[in-house]
Nanobody, 115 residues
Framework: QVQLVESGGGLVQAGGSLRLSCAAS????????ITWYRQTPGKERELVAR???????NYGDSVKGRFTISRDSAKPTAYLQMNSLKVEDTGVYYC?????????WGKGTPVTVSP
């Protein structure tokens, strides 16, 4: 089994930055894709950023140019660098690792961006 734990969320003013982390533990083998999602009350969970094993990335339209997804080459940890944060970036951020045929989710870390 694989467990994911997100961290780094919190309260920040608009225009500020946060860096989220997602650390995996357990039987972590080859990670195919790493994806960050966010959930806002009343809305469906939306894709924020994805990183594939060959280094390809894609981002949600609303975060392009402001957020950067990356991973640690030495350990099974992913990051989401969020710059120029906006009030509408507020939500709970989840990471997902796809390993083989399985997908593992963290429990989320809340981000609140104040005006």
């Amino acid at each position: 089994q694989v467990q994911l734990v997100e961290s780094g969320g919190g309260l920040v003013q608009a225009g500020g930055s946060l860096r989220l982390s997602c650390a995996a533990s357990g039987s972590v083998d080859f990670i195919d894709t790493i994806t960050w999602y966010r959930q806002t009350p009343g809305k469906e969970r939306e894709l924020v950023a994805r990183l594939t094993s060959n280094g390809d990335t894609n981002y949600g339209d609303s975060v392009k140019g402001r957020f950067t997804i990356s991973r640690d080459s030495a350990k099974p940890t992913a990051y989401l660098q969020m710059n120029s944060l906006k009030v509408e970036d507020t939500g709970v951020y989840y990471c997902k690792f796809r390993i083989g045929l399985s997908a593992y989710w963290g429990k989320g870390t809340p981000v609140t961006v104040s005006p």
